[in-house]
């Protein structure tokens, strides 16, 4: 029998309604067997590879969660050895750019959806894997950012439910305007597929966006169905009038960047950087070298949209 393997956050401010929309349906749904997997209080790769180790080939794994589970979810079957194993995702976070991306369906619409392949990025640091992500990842300032939402006050606020956008865009800005003067970037050089390299030095970001939004306002394409091109882009935003414009093109017009097939940020002296997929972060020590590319092989999704 067909085994749906539903991933959530049981301390998530959403958990009843994943309840009541998820899990509840799921348990009445006949020809399948249902497991539960929930994600932890801890880092993404713990909960990836203990995810790894319970799949079965054939499984649909269905996220019921943010991007923050989903990205759990993407680097547990990347990571699993199971074959053929599917993943649909039902958004129930804050800005759910995953979901967003993959058409948001109700839990009966992902039951029924094709299969289609998509390319997740793949972030290697010093020459190791590091970890999977869809969506994008980020390096600098707007990676630092995401400890704001570790802050126990924001966290309740946000629970509340409300106008989470505007809340947390105005929380972002108000950190922006404490933290704009700091430097977030070691100074690097930033190389492609042709094996040419340009100094960044003074950006304080950079981002690979593979996803349709990041942080569900900031535009980028459908780049996951293609297996080698992402959109790719620096920026000094650390700079009011830098800021604002990057601002004003991602959101009325696409985040402004070019299309790569590798990006190799090359640093100077080994640096303490910090990285983050999909609003999951870490700061990484005594980094050399970072390479973003796609993935070398593709991740089954349940989706509406080719």
Known sequence: MQRIVIVY??????????????????????????????????????NADRLAKILFDNDLVVVAGGDGTA????????????????????????????????????????????THEVWPLECVVNGKHWRYGMCYFTIGMFAE????????????????????????????????????KRSFLPSFLLGDASGDFVDKTGASDYMAVNSLTVAKIMKGDRFFTKKKEFLSATGELTRFWPMVSFMLKSIFKRIPGDTSELDVLRFGTPSRVT?????????????????IAKSDKPLLVVTRTK
């Open 275 to 291: 990285v983050q997929a999909e609003g999951e972060y870490a700061e990484l020590e005594d980094v050399k070298k970072i390479e």
């Open 145 to 180: 950012a995401c400890a704001v939402f570790d802050d126990p006050k924001t966290r309740k606020t946000l629970r509340k439910g409300g106008r989470k956008l505007i809340f947390s865009l105005f929380t972002l800005a108000k950190w922006w305007l404490k933290q704009h």
């Open 9 to 46: 956050n049981p301390r998530s401010s959403h958990a009843k309604e994943v309840e009541e929309k998820v899990i509840e349906p799921a348990r009445h749904l006949g020809g399948y067997v249902l497991a539960k997997f929930e994600v932890a209080d801890a880092i993404v790769d713990i």
């Open 71 to 114: 990205t759990v979810a993407i680097n547990g079957i990347m990571l699993s050895k199971a074959k053929n194993v599917r993943l649909g995702v039902q958004g129930f976070g804050n800005f759910n750019d995953l979901a967003r991306s993959l058409g948001n369906m109700s839990f009966d619409e992902i039951i029924e959806a094709k």
